[in-house]
């Protein structure tokens, strides 16, 4: 930020870093830090699923029923949809106008990415402790 803008900021809002919009920078800095996750994680998930691509269902589940692989699944599932979150509810603060319609979209998007979370996140742990769906 440039000087003279400076001069127009109180000093408790240079203080705590605000800007216009009056939440500060958490939203950009967890997009950077899921993103940041996703890097090794996906590598791994990559690797993984090539690695697994010809097998059967009981192969697959004997390798989600090992506990580092549920965790490192698991994680790249969080990871992901959080990431996803983010910038879902980051096009729609800026491409709609509307309150009403902003307000649905943004609580819509974060319902649906804790219901995937949730069905993602239980699905894993039931192929990982009984070998099946």
Known sequence: MSSSNNQFRTPLSRARG???????VAHFIAERVSGLAL?????WGAFAGIRLAGAD????????????NAV???????ALLVHLKNAIQLVIEDYVEAFAPKAALVIGNLFVCILAGAVGIVSILKIAFTGAL
């Not at 605000?18 to 500060?24: K, R």
């Not at 269902?57 to 580092?68: C, E, G, K, S, Y």
Request: glycine share 6%.
């Open 39 to 43: 890097i090794p994680l996906f590598i």
């Open 72 to 78: 490192l699944l698991s994680l790249l599932f969080v």
């Open 18 to 24: 605000l800007g216009a919009s009056h939440h500060g």
């Open 57 to 68: 269902f009981d192969a697959v589940a004997a390798w989600v029923a090992i506990p580092l």
